[in-house]
């Protein structure tokens, strides 16, 4: 099977976000998926990306992987201006029979949390009177979910429901709040030079992200024995669910999106173990794709970069311009070879 996966460029300063364009041939037919949107502008590189390169006007799938602005906010673009099958993503606000309660507050009605979870969730919620308005089908993606070739191995419909949208940073009123996302951000400030080597890793075991990217879809496809992991921004819980549901991933995964854009609260050495094989592989056999802001100075971490070269990865970043990676498709003209990132001894963290 012919397939290609594309990394849009989203962002020029610090902020990132994520883009993914990605086509299969089914008999004599291709397919399309766009799996998040980036921000509008990119919203609008896709549109014209999928004219341009895929000669159709046509998405069969959109897949939002979560509620983040820089994620979701394209996907409007994107359903205006191309013809979408299928739109899939999380609802929380349809759900309030079964987390009320989760929340502090008694005098919050079921009705009151659905208008406030629709107000919080405002990247995401237009896209579903969107595709209401097209008469386009929505689904929502959950552990099991087929979406094409894909299939979705986290979260599952219990984990988000009660466990991962109570404590999301957007719901209101959460029984236990820790603060997550000032910590984490926080935690990405902090410099320290760091040194390394091939066998001596620093990325530490105990990484914490939030709910939110916690929920992000995570997709794998098996395309003629070559396996393929989409992320989103999820986090070591997630990974692991994902890993625990499915663990033959690991027997021939060869492209993987590195989650959150090379953020180091996301990976954890045991979870790179169980998806990619131990540290210290010396032959480059899988790709890893991370979507980085063209100015970003941060991200992605030196200490992830590093963690995914040992298990044997090539790691392609955005940084201003479209990654492709692809299998059995006709060269384009003008499109030139990605540089790799390079491995690190010595770098500030």
């Known amino acids: 099977m012919n397939y290609e996966i594309e990394f849009l460029p989203v962002g020029n300063g610090e902020k990132s976000g994520d883009a993914i ?26 549109v014209e990306h999928v004219k341009r390169y895929y000669n159709t006007e046509v998405v069969d799938y959109v897949v939002n992987t979560h509620p983040d602005q820089d994620h979701a906010s394209g996907l409007s673009v994107v359903l205006e201006k191309l013809k979408v099958r299928e739109l899939w993503i999380h609802r929380p606000w349809n759900y309030t029979q079964e987390i009320i309660d989760y929340f502090k507050d008694k005098r919050i009605t ?28 929505i689904k929502e993606p959950y552990q099991g979910d087929k979406i094409g070739i894909f299939e979705v191995l986290s979260p599952s419909k219990e984990w988000y429901l009660y466990e991962l949208i109570p404590d999301f940073n957007k719901t209101p009123d959460k029984k236990e709040s820790i603060l997550q996302e000032g910590f984490e951000k926080f935690a990405e400030k902090v410099l320290n030079w ?13 990484g914490t992200t939030s709910a939110d990217n916690e929920s992000s879809v995570i997709l794998y496809a098996n395309i003629n024995n070559r396996g393929i992991l989409l992320t989103g921004d999820a986090g070591i819980k ?31 050495p045991d979870i790179l173990d169980k998806l990619l094989g131990k ?13 980085v802001s063209k100015n970003s100075k941060t991200h992605p971490r030196q200490s992830v970069v590093n963690a995914f070269i040992r298990r044997g990865c090539k790691v392609i970043a955005t940084k201003g311009s479209t990654k492709q990676h692809y299998k059995s498709m006709p060269e384009r003209k003008g499109w030139t070879r990605a540089k790799p990132l390079q491995f690190k001894e010595c770098f500030e963290e």
């Open 238 to 268: 997630a990974l692991n669910k994902a890993y625990k549901y499915k663990p033959t991933i690991s027997n021939n995964l060869k492209f993987i999106q590195i989650p959150h854009h090379g953020s180091r609260n996301n990976v954890n």
């Open 21 to 46: 364009c990605i086509r299969w041939q089914e008999k004599n037919k291709y397919k399309v998926m766009v799996v998040d949107g980036g921000t509008k502008e990119s919203g609008e590189q896709i």
């Open 110 to 137: 079921k009705e009151s949390l659905k208008r406030r979870l629709q107000d919080s969730f405002s990247y995401v919620y237009p896209l579903e009177e969107l595709a209401i308005e097209k008469n386009i089908i």
């Open 194 to 206: 760091i040194e390394e080597t091939f066998d001596k890793e620093t990325l530490k075991i105990d």
């Open 279 to 291: 540290k210290g592989q010396k032959i480059q056999n899988k790709i890893a794709f991370v979507s």
